[in-house]
């Protein structure tokens, strides 16, 4: 049998050392991080720590006040070789210990669900419990409290009506490490009332008459509430007759009738007509006047070219620079807006909606002979 020295001393080289160190390196090689949720198996405890296996290099510890509120030692929850979800409390300490909560676990669970909530953009219910600076306080359904500003409310009067009942709340921001959940329930009633906008739009077809009431006045048209949706009647739309501002014919408040002539759901845009649910007037004036009559008029607008003139109600015809220049010289004083005029129709053509104008029968002739 050989023989060996009493005393043996083993020499390990330093890449041996490494290499065993990086095993231990890879099997415990675990991100226990803050908030998270690790499984665990109970190896024992005493009157103050539970001791877990969790896979770490050494076992965590959680505290006998870490139970669940229903129990008061670990006997009562805990046994011992049996897997248990823990939250990690604490991470890593010097001595690479965790320290866990069972507690927890459940307000872990509620947060996690509230992240994927937030991934995805769900409604969540919650009870307003009570009004603080900025904002009010929200009791939601999983135990956890949310805090949403008043420029998220629908409107910042009254919040104090508003404590005790359930809303619907759409998440902003989720922080579990801060305890931080930011709430909006305009959100909510902005996407509501985009999907009755769609929903109304689907509904709305070209040639629909409705009534609507105006909303907004503006130098380019009037904006009517359809009902949810909100149509432009355009200036040149709103009568056969010239239109300065919106003003002049409408207010706000007022319930007009329109017709839908056109809808871009694309653009959730409506375009609307007045005049088109009018008699228009050019047909009437086709079988009312003809070339070479005399009528009366109002001049309503003047250009360099000429004069406007209404001579029927809707339709206005031209009377040309030239026309005003004699006119002026002749009687000694200058035309204005409002002022009315005899004048003669020298062209018609009211198929082309075009009417010229004179002072005189001789400019009828005029007219022709230069045809």
Known sequence: MPSFPHHLTLTVSEDSKRAFEALLEGKYNYAFGRGEIVSGTVVSWDSNYAYVDVGAKTNALLPVKELTERATAFSDELEVGKDYDFYILREEDDESQLTLSLRRVQQAYAWKQLATKLDTDELIEGTVSSVVKGGLLIELESGLRGFVPSSHMRSRNNLESLVGQSMPFKLLSVDALRNNIILSHRKVLAEQQQEERKELFSNLKTGEVLEGKVV?????????????????????????????????????????????????????????????????????????????????????????????????PGVEALLPARELQNYEEAEGKHVEVGMLLNTFIVKFQPEERRISLGFSEASVAEEHVEV
Do not use: C, N, Y
């Not at 949706?229 to 919106?246: F, I, T």
């Open 216 to 312: 907004r006045l503006t130098s380019f048209g009037a904006f009517i509430d359809l009902g949810g949706v909100d149509g432009l009647l355009p200036l040149s739309q709103m009568s056969w007759r010239w239109v300065e501002h919106p003003s002049d014919l409408l207010a706000i408040g007022e319930t007009v009738k329109v017709e839908v002539i056109g809808v871009d759901e694309e653009r959730q845009r409506v375009s609307l007509s007045a005049k088109s649910l009018m008699k228009d007037p050019w047909e009437e004036v086709a079988e009312l006047m003809v070339e070479g009559q005399q009528v009366e008029g109002k001049i309503m607008r003047l250009k360099q070219f000429g004069a406007f003139v209404e001579i029927h």
